[in-house]
């Protein structure tokens, strides 16, 4: 058994911390575990969690502390149409890049006894750091795009502070001294991040890249994949320096766990994105252009596009679609 595991190239580990002292041993058992698995995995893949909405002494959410252990700062959510003719131009195609390690997601809350009752208090980092990262993020994926601009997502018009520095400290990108010049040819727009979700569903195609804050970016991506038919359709990745990680955009869906329906195009999209950030181009096209003629098609869609089909059959279609 020994020799079989060892000559595979991942793992995959199910932790299962139980109660008691569980919750603390094993959560120091992972971390020995991630040190080694980070070294011996190229990239990752992620599915869905649903964490606790009320607190929960001991848990953290997995998804939020792998992306902060991993320093996978950028979350790179593509949201693009499938055109009825593969020779139109996509109705929407636009690249969401999300803060992935600070905004409210640092998670430290505070819950204070009053005289007038329990005030609870979140603090909201934002580092001038992590924004110049996911801005040089952004300007370097709108270089490969044909538009080739970046709208900045903020509310400095209310948080003067934190989105302020959010937004001057990506506007800066262009300018600094490292980057000699290569964003010169980037158009650069900002929008509020209320207006940016009206103007969104409005006329989506204002968009190419959008660049934002962990909580603006998580928010405006779910709201675009209602642009392109459903949540189970949109892939992205984590990715950091050194390290990627797929991961659909979509939740756990505990309503329909277990029913054989999930929608599997948004984690085999997130594959072939995963696979295009490591360089195998060839593969991740492979892969998108079966999912796009499955979707192009519409024999074979599960309940979220409106069809009938269950996960394992749209697994098969896309391994033989009509056209290929
Ligand atoms: N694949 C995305 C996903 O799982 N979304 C749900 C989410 O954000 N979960 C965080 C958590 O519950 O800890």
Redesign the pocket.
Known sequence: RQMATAARKSLKIGLIPADGIGKEVIPAAREALEAVLREDCDAAL??????PSRKVTGYT????ALRKELDLYANIRPVIAVPANPAEKPSVDMVVVRENTECLYVKQEVIINTENGREARATRLITERASKRIGKMAFEIALGRPRKQVTIIHKSNVLSITDGLFRESVRAVPKLPEVNGRYDGVKIEEQIVDSAVYRLFREPQIYDVIVAPNLYG?ILSDAAAALVGSLGLVP?VNAGDKFVMG??????APDIEGKGIANPLAAIRSAALMLRHLGYDKGADRIDNAVNEVIREGRVATPDLGGKSHTNEVVEATQSPEDL
């Open positions: 992620f599915g869905s969690v649903s964490s959410s997995p998804i939020v998580d992205s991961e659909p955009v979509h939740g756990s």
